[in-house]
């Protein structure tokens, strides 16, 4: 079974700077596209960020200018880099992966951003 093993997690003050990366635990082929995504207590997940195979990213409104996607999408890793992080980001931290046959979760990572 494909895992997708989540590292970074970590307890910053506002300002600061976290990196998340992600990598599949064995090769996924036909991926369409890998995101992170996020979910705060009592809130709905939040798409925070994607890159396609072909290296186009897109963001979510809030995190903008602030958070940068990455990775090889060839070979299944992706990492998010956050400035600038504010109370507000706090969350688990999801990574996704999105192939032609299926998608697949990784089983997330805490960010806790102090005020």
């Known amino acids: 079974q494909v895992q997708l093993v989540e590292s970074g997690r970590g307890l910053v003050q506002a300002g600061g700077s976290l990196r998340l990366s992600c990598e599949a635990s064995?090769?996924?082929?036909?991926?369409?596209?890998m995101a992170w995504y996020r979910q705060a207590p009592g809130r709905q997940r939040e798409l925070v960020a994607t890159i396609n195979s072909g290296g186009t990213t897109n963001y979510a409104d809030s995190v903008k200018g602030r958070f940068t996607i990455s990775g090889d999408i060839a070979e299944n890793t992706v990492y998010l880099q956050m400035n600038s992080l504010k109370p507000e980001d706090t969350g688990v931290y999801l990574c996704?992966?999105?192939?032609?046959?299926?998608?697949?979760w990784g089983q997330g990572t805490q960010v806790t951003v102090s005020s």
């Open positions: 064995e090769s996924v082929f036909s991926i369409n596209a």
């Open positions: 996704n992966l999105q192939s032609f046959w299926r998608d697949y």
